[in-house]
């Protein structure tokens, strides 16, 4: 299982995404979009995966 914590992304917020690949990056992006008004670029999905972790 893959976790990403929203704070290793730069913002101040305790949400974490836990789950496949598939469903963090679902996870992230609805947040993100959502809560954020971040928009999904392909350096932002990088970063993801870039603090993305094992569990
Ligand atoms: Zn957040």
Redesign the pocket.
């Known amino acids: 299982m893959k976790q990403v914590k929203?704070?290793d992304?730069g913002?101040d917020?305790?949400?974490v995404a836990k789950g496949t690949l598939e469903e963090v990056m679902s996870q992230v992006a609805d947040?993100?979009t959502g809560?954020?008004k971040m928009t999904i670029t392909d350096d932002v999905v990088a970063a993801v995966k870039g603090v993305m972790t094992e569990l």
């Open positions: 929203c704070a992304l913002n917020c305790d949400f947040h993100a809560v954020h």
